[in-house]
């Protein structure tokens, strides 16, 4: 894209490229849905830009028994100050989930600013796993997983998973604003909330957690149907029960870096939703 002249205070003006550029009120926007530079060719002295970093989301869970959310990427929001030259943009991508395991979300990065990735659901044969939100745990036959812990000022944990005599619930995955819902005999856990950014001129919430899914009570020997639960607002995936499985509802919403919903086998889980990296200055 060509070069936009923008002023800035009584210092003169900032000349930059780079992903998608737009404009709100006075302010400039350079949106990055994926890796990209960020150009800067000039900064008066005392420049600063405004920043939102999100990570990917961690995969759901998708194991036997009962499957947790996946915990959202890790949010990050700021100011800095910047000088001329190129800033490589890191967008991470979101963790997969799969019957034969799942991963975290990929980080995202500006500027030394790093949000971590998303740890991925738990599920009978795998724990939770910690990252920029944590991943919500899963269960096996006599005991249910604590859910993963996020980082601090990233994101939050996730829920605890339950598991008695052959019944079978997921905990939530974290999201940045809120911990994922523990699991209860009866109720999967809900994804944790997001966090709401303005720095595109509009409120919008990013990195929610996933919900989980499971098969609910096996006791008669047929799993019972279980509710799906929702994911986080800011694009977490909901949580897939044995049957009636939906795909497209487990896999987070792309660019959110929500964390993907939880669901047993035979099924796999949701992936996590891609990060964002999204830049603004006054004109």
Do not use: C
């Amino acid at each position: 894209m060509g070069m936009m002249q923008l002023l800035l205070g009584s210092g003169g003006g900032i000349l930059a490229t780079g992903g998608v550029i737009t404009t709100s009120g006075n302010y400039r926007i350079h949106t990055f849905t994926g890796t990209g530079t960020f150009t800067v060719s000039s900064a008066p002295l005392g420049s600063t830009v405004e920043y939102l970093v999100v990570a990917g989301g961690g995969g759901g869970g998708a194991g036997f028994y009962a499957a947790g959310g996946g915990g959202a990427g890790g949010y990050r929001t700021g100011s800095m100050s910047l000088t001329t030259g190129s800033y490589t943009v890191t967008v991470g991508a979101g963790g997969v989930s799969t019957n034969s395991g799942h991963t975290n979300g990929s980080n995202s990065v500006f500027n030394g600013i790093t949000s971590t990735g998303g740890g991925h659901g738990g599920d009978g044969t795998y724990a939770a796993s910690s990252g920029g939100s944590g991943g919500g745990g899963g269960s096996t036959n006599v005991a249910g997983q604590g859910g993963a812990q996020g980082i601090g000022g990233q994101g939050a944990r996730g829920g605890s998973g339950y598991g008695n005599n052959n019944v079978y619930y997921g905990g939530g995955g974290g999201g940045a604003g809120a911990a994922g819902t523990n699991a209860s005999s009866g109720a999967n856990g809900s994804g944790g909330a997001g966090a709401s950014s303005s720095i595109t001129g509009t409120a919008t919430f990013y990195a929610g957690g996933g919900g989980a899914g499971s098969l609910g009570n096996t006791s008669g020997g047929i799993p019972t149907p279980t509710p799906t639960a929702s994911g986080g607002i800011g694009g977490g995936g909901d949580g897939g029960p044995y049957q009636g499985f939906i795909p497209e509802l487990a896999a987070a919403e792309v660019n959110t870096g929500g964390g993907g919903g939880g669901s047993p086998s035979p099924n796999n889980g949701g992936d996590g939703g891609s990060g964002i990296v999204i830049v603004r200055y006054e004109v």
